[in-house]
């Protein structure tokens, strides 16, 4: 079946051998992240996600605050392995933190308290989509990434560095840049069995 968004779903994969040159222009990839934060939807259109990109320098700042964080924590005969694993991600070209803005998921509770409790889950769910339209389109354009949660363990540091609102929740971390090696080959289940058809 030919249909290029599926073409393009295929392209994303989890990169993990990055390099610093992309292959498009540092504005390209900004207009790509925009995007696909600005035409994803939301839940009452709310449009909670937020977004940081952080390139070169800034980007290596951050896997230096998340190794510093990991160091304290894992034991000593890990250490080299993370070190080697965060160092990994900071030799991609940069790095896009995804937020969800929980004042305007407060504000939804609040102006709708029937959905009080599905709020946090669809931005949840939001933000799923959110990350799978970055990584699908950088894919697009040839640059690769991978979603890492370091979340818990940086989110003061980081918005204390970048100066950012209070309200925004860090959850995901999108170390990319060129594709230095193909990802690993995937496997797949029969999807017959993860789709049934009825009628
Ligand atoms: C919700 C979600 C969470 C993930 N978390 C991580 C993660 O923390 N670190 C990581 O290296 N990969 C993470 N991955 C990547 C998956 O391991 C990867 O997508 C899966 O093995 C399929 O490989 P592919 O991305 O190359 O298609 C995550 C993927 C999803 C969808």
Redesign the pocket.
């Known amino acids: 079946m030919k249909n290029i968004f599926f073409d393009s779903i295929a392209m ?3 990169i ?1 051998t990055l390099g610093s040159t992309l292959p498009v222009s540092k504005d390209e990839v900004t207009r790509t992240v925009q995007e696909a934060v600005r035409l994803t939807p939301s839940a009452f259109n709310s449009q909670s996600a937020r977004a940081v990109i952080l390139y070169g320098d800034e980007s290596k700042k951050l896997w230096k605050i998340v190794l510093e964080s990991l160091l304290k924590i894992v034991p000593v005969q890990q250490a080299s392995d993370t070190k080697a694993n965060i160092a990994s991600f900071a030799a991609g070209a940069g790095t896009v933190l995804v937020f969800e803005d929980m004042s305007i998921i407060e504000g939804l509770q609040k102006a709708y308290p029937l959905y009080k409790d599905n709020f946090p889950l669809w931005s949840s769910h939001s933000t ?1 989509m959110v990350q799978f339209a970055i990584w699908t389109a950088l894919a697009t354009s040839k640059v690769g990434s ?4 370091y979340s818990n363990l940086i989110e003061d540091e980081v918005k204390k560095t970048w100066d950012l609102p209070s309200s925004w929740s860090l959850i995901v971390q999108m170390p990319f840049g060129s594709i230095e090696s193909p ?2 080959e ?1 496997s797949f289940q029969p999807i017959e069995e993860r789709v049934l058809v009825k009628g």
Do not use: F
Not at 146 to 149: A, D, G, T
């Open positions: 994303r994969r989890s993990y799923g991978s979603l890492q949660h990802a690993e995937k």
